[in-house]
């Protein structure tokens, strides 16, 4: 069965903090696509980054990024320095099997960030 | 259009009517997905257009959801005799290709009384 899981439900943080979202999951498909996607207050989610399965690079953009891990299906995100604009729900979410075009989701984290 | 829009915003609906939910994708988007969030569920996958066909429906609840998507544009999503199990908000998102980073639209929050 193909799962997301992203265990911490809440994470609160002081502004300028280091952070890290948990991002675990589980596929018997041997090519796939990972993601994550920011949802502000305002509710539009935002794509932030698509990894595919062969590509285990870590990847960085600015104060964000990203550590993909195959040995242990995880695909974690941090977030340096954090900033109040950071405060949202992050969904890490994985590519669907065969020609599926879906993604399944993880429940989210839901990060504040405080002055 | 810059960005995918959907409308209504919002629909307050009473059991039992059917609504039509519209996306309009980024032109030149050829996949279309439909999602529905609602808080004890997540994000759920409801259904994905390749153009005009519909390779994956796996994902609509009941036989009382539909969509279709027409000149590989605009897509519609119905709901029939809707329950209050339906309300939610529905998202839909396109892509160029399929799974290639998707643009979410803001959604259309449904209520079902």
């Known amino acids: 069965a193909q799962k997301v899981t992203q265990a911490q439900t809440e994470i609160s943080v002081v502004e300028k903090e280091d952070v890290t979202l948990d991002c675990v999951y589980e596929t018997r498909d041997t090519t796939y696509y990972l993601f994550w996607y920011k949802q502000p207050p305002s509710g539009e989610l935002v794509f932030l980054i698509r990894?595919?399965?062969?590509?285990?690079q870590n990847e960085i953009s600015g104060r964000y990024s990203w550590n993909f891990q195959k040995s242990t299906s995880s695909f974690n995100f941090t977030i340096t320095a954090s900033q109040v604009v950071d405060s949202a729900v992050y969904f890490c979410a994985l590519s669907g099997r065969g020609s599926q075009g879906n993604l399944i989701f993880g429940k989210g984290t839901k990060l504040s960030v405080k002055p | 259009g810059a960005g995918v829009s959907q409308s209504p915003s919002n629909k307050v609906t009473e059991k039992g009517k059917d609504v039509e939910l519209r996306c309009d994708p980024i032109s030149g988007h050829t996949a279309l997905y439909w999602y529905r969030q609602s808080l004890g569920q997540g994000l759920e996958f409801l259904i994905y257009?390749?153009?005009?066909?519909?390779?994956?429906k796996s994902g609509l609840p009941s036989d009382r959801f539909s969509a279709e998507r027409t000149g590989g544009s605009v897509s519609t999503l119905t709901i029939q005799r809707t329950q209050q199990e339906d309300s939610a908000v529905y998202l839909c998102?396109?892509?160029?290709?399929?799974?290639?980073?998707?643009?979410f639209g803001p959604g259309t929050r449904l209520t079902v009384l």
């Open positions: 998102a396109s892509s160029l290709e399929r799974l290639a980073g998707e643009t």
């Open positions: 990894r595919n399965s062969f590509d285990e």
């Open positions: 257009f390749q153009g005009n066909s519909a390779p994956d």
